[in-house]
């Protein structure tokens, strides 16, 4: 479970204005829940995720996840709690290692065991068995390079790795945005699949509407700093790609998303 309470970020450039990248968020998501978040460029998703992650400070409000209170502790402390995948298949990972040290790094997280007892043959069955499960062939490609894998691959491994050790809470930030639409697919479904084996609570950033409608049980739609429509339920079960556009549209109407979100939103059906 997490629980943000009144969550505050804000930035201020010398000279300029104080953003509100975050304003004033409060959420609780129960365990297993998948929540997708789409809104316009600079609305404040990647800060919320960082928030959660430690990457970025909260000036306000608090964070519990998991029965503790971590509003204090620092990124690596979270890491414990918190695996991520981010947009750029080369942030994660370490492109001079192999597929499997970079799982054995993963798989040793928080432990005090050495590389060397991680990549053992234990770890490499299981690594083969974890990677054939999702894409068969990828096992064959354990003593190379990652560097050397395709973009979608590398997320791949990098998705395996985030939920290697079952993360209370897996953050996934525009994780396919650089990937070719047949690759981003099969990290999609890659990441579904998952989600729902490992029963795992999850918040993935995207902005494809197809993805927001057809993915998760909980939709968040933030508009500077805001959550400016929360659907979950039934509501969410049901709901199409050109519902979201007629929900755009009801928001603008209703003075709560600009005319501009509101067309950049729908324009990004695919
Ligand atoms: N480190 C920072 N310093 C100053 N301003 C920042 C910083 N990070 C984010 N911002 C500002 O905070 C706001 C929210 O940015 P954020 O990156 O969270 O948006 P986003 O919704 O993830 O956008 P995108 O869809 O482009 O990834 C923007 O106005 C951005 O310019
Ligand atoms: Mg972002």
Redesign the pocket.
Known sequence: MLELTDAV?S???PGGPV?R??DGVSLTLPAGSFVVVI????????????SIAGT?RLDGGSLRLAGHDITRWREHQRAKLVGRVF?DPRAGTASSLTVLENIAVAACRGRHAGLRWATGRQLREEAARRLAAIVPGLETRLDQPIGSLSGGQRQIVTLVMATWQRPELLLL??HTAALDPAAADRVIQATARIIREQGLTALM?T?SLAQAAALGDRLLL?HR?RIALDVQGAAKRRLTADDLADRFDALRRGDQLDDAAARTLAEAYV
């Open positions: 970020v930035f201020s450039s953003v990248a975050v809104g316009t460029n600079g609305s404040g998703k990647s800060t919320l995720l960082g970025v947009q930030d525009e950033v902005h933030i700093g």
